[in-house]
């Protein structure tokens, strides 16, 4: 069975800090792995998708994550976050057939 | 507006009464999924269905729970004899068959109380 583990489930950071939110998932096989965002009173969206190809990916609002098989890990990281980027973060898979795994998720506040 | 759609937003009814969700997914996408979210927790899968058949369920719906999508277009889920436990909030999402990328919409949710 695939499990996804997301390590920090509360960051604090000030504007123009940088972010990294770390996703670590359990699963032998070939993965899909998603990065969604919820803000405030606000739907869960998609922030950016890994599938196969550039290990780096980029996402929208200047995010990016990057897929390292070695260690089954598919950290999000933002250079400069804004007080816009306060929201909920999780990390998914797809493994075997068409549902998400999701991560617990990292409620991140950005002070402005 | 485009986007998955549910209905109520937010249901609070008493232990042991019956209750119900509906889902409209975005119009042209013909795959239909239920997540289940708890406080703290993120989205777990429950059931999925492609068109109107329902081809995969987890072990978390148990059969208190049922969902159809009768016509291939919306969605229902129905929870018996509701539980203080069944408290959660109840995700939708939709997507397009040949979609390389499977992409899954997500609505705004149900949020239920039991009480």
């Known amino acids: 069975a695939q499990s996804v583990s997301q390590h920090n489930h509360h960051v604090i950071l000030s504007e123009a800090a940088s972010l990294e939110l770390g996703c670590n998932y359990s699963y032998g096989g070939t993965v899909n792995l998603f990065w969604y965002v919820q803000y405030p009173g606000q739907h869960l969206q998609l922030l950016l998708k890994y599938f196969s190809g550039d290990p780096l990916v980029k996402g929208i609002k200047g995010f990016e994550a990057e897929f390292i098989k070695s260690k089954f890990s598919f950290n999000l990281r933002k250079p400069s976050v804004q007080w816009s980027d306060t929201a909920e973060y999780f990390c998914?898979?797809?493994?075997?057939?068409?549902?998400?795994?999701f991560g617990g998720g990292t409620r991140v506040l950005v002070k402005p | 507006d485009t986007g998955v759609s549910q209905d109520p937003r937010h249901k609070i009814t008493k232990r042991g009464q019956n209750v119900t969700f509906r889902c409209d997914p975005i119009?042209?996408?013909?795959?239909l999924y239920w997540y289940r979210q708890t406080l703290g927790q993120g989205p777990e899968f429950l059931t999925y269905?492609?068109?109107?058949?329902?081809?995969?369920k987890s072990r978390l719906l148990s059969d208190r729970f049922s969902a159809e999508r009768p016509k291939g277009s919306f969605s229902t889920l129905e929870i018996q004899r509701t539980e203080q436990g069944d408290s959660a909030m109840y995700l939708c999402?939709?997507?397009?068959?040949?979609?390389?990328?499977?992409?899954?919409?997500f609505g705004p949710g149900t949020r239920l109380t039991v009480l």
């Open positions: 999402a939709s997507s397009q068959r040949g979609d390389s990328y499977n992409e899954q919409f």
């Open positions: 269905f492609q068109n109107e058949a329902q081809l995969e």
């Open positions: 119009s042209e996408h013909n795959r």
């Open positions: 998914a898979l797809r493994a075997a057939g068409n549902k998400l795994t």
